[in-house]
């Protein structure tokens, strides 16, 4: 799992858009992102992951708020990568990265993997971005992007596929409702499926999973000792 933080209208939900060809709403209103969109991806190594984009840091934020956004920052905590994104074209955007820092710390991943993207190039004179370029250049962790214009998407796949840990694939036998949409998404999404069927409004599926995500599956998964016998194990077991 990969995770795009940032404090809010940093262009993250277009940044997501543009790296999983998704239309997931895009505003420069406050709170636009209110719950956690998760979709897959397809790296440069041909590795599939999951990219989540979260809600939109802020400074302040009154205590209520506070315990309804973690909620939704569950992703985080649980990702493998976090992608820090800052509109490079906010005279504040130092300081908001600062606030998005603290909250990181908070919720004990500030020592995970990171990325840092400096979104929002194209609102830069050519001038400017050339100064910025040159500053940073050297440092293989910061990546400047246009989510408008493309520019840098192909770096910033690079830079994820390189820094993500190995996610071994486990096989596994799962039961998830047929109504709960989310999970089984997940699982077509970033895992191979051998086989389902439909039974009790269930989805039985068996499939190669990412181990990362079959920790988050773990109460839809059927035990070894529970799985039914085929006819020819019945067969065998009689002779």
């Not at 406050?30 to 979260?54: E, I, Q």
């Not at 905590?77 to 490079?88: F, H, P, R």
């Not at 069927?197 to 529970?226: C, G, Q, T």
Request: charged share 25%; aromatic share 4%.
């Amino acid at each position: 799992m990969i995770a795009l933080v940032g404090y809010t209208n940093a262009g993250k939900s277009t940044l997501f858009n543009a790296l999983t060809h998704s239309d997931v709403l895009t505003s420069s209103k406050m709170f636009a992102t209110l719950d956690p969109t998760v979709r897959a991806v397809r790296l440069p190594s041909r590795r599939r992951v999951l990219l989540s984009d979260t809600v939109g840091f802020l400074r302040d934020l009154p205590p209520d708020l506070i315990a309804a956004f973690r909620a939704t920052l569950e992703e985080v905590q649980e990702a493998a990568l976090i992608v820090q994104v800052s509109d490079i074209s906010n005279p504040n955007h130092a300081s908001q990265d600062a606030d998005v820092m603290k909250v990181l710390t908070d919720l004990g991943v500030q020592d995970r993997p990171r990325l840092q993207v400096f979104n929002k190039t194209d609102l830069l004179s050519a001038e400017d971005l050339a100064t910025l370029l040159k500053a940073n250049g050297r440092s293989a962790n910061k990546i400047f992007t246009s989510a408008v214009t493309g520019y840098g998407l192909e770096d910033l796949l690079a830079r994820m596929d390189a820094e993500l840990p190995i996610d071994p694939l486990v096989h596994l036998h799962l039961r998830i409702p047929i109504s709960d949409g989310r999970h089984l998404s997940l699982v077509h999404a970033s895992g191979t499926v051998l086989d389902s069927k439909v039974l009790d409004n269930h989805m039985y599926l068996e499939a190669d999973l990412p181990e990362s995500l079959a920790r988050r599956l773990e109460d839809f998964v059927i035990p070894a000792s529970a799985l039914p016998t085929t006819p020819t194990q019945s067969k065998e077991a009689k002779i």
